[in-house]
């Protein structure tokens, strides 16, 4: 299982994988949120190319 290494706005360090993953939402004026399964969300400036193995193709 392939794990993704992103940091929140406030430069915390998260590891995830696609099953951690239930959305990405990109937003032009407040950069990317990432939904967990577990309810938690992620605010990042991450870029899909960062993120793209997150997601299904």
Known sequence: MKFIEIKDLN???FYLN???VMYIAY???SG???GLSNG???KT???Y???KDL???
Do not use: F, G, P, Y
Request: charged fraction near 40%; include cysteine.
């Open 11 to 13: 430069d915390d360090t």
């Open 18 to 20: 696609k099953a951690q």
């Open 27 to 29: 937003q032009e004026d």
């Open 32 to 34: 990317c949120h990432v």
């Open 40 to 42: 938690l969300q992620i």
């Open 45 to 47: 400036n991450a870029s």
């Open 49 to 51: 190319e960062e993120l």
């Open 55 to 57: 997601v299904d193709d």
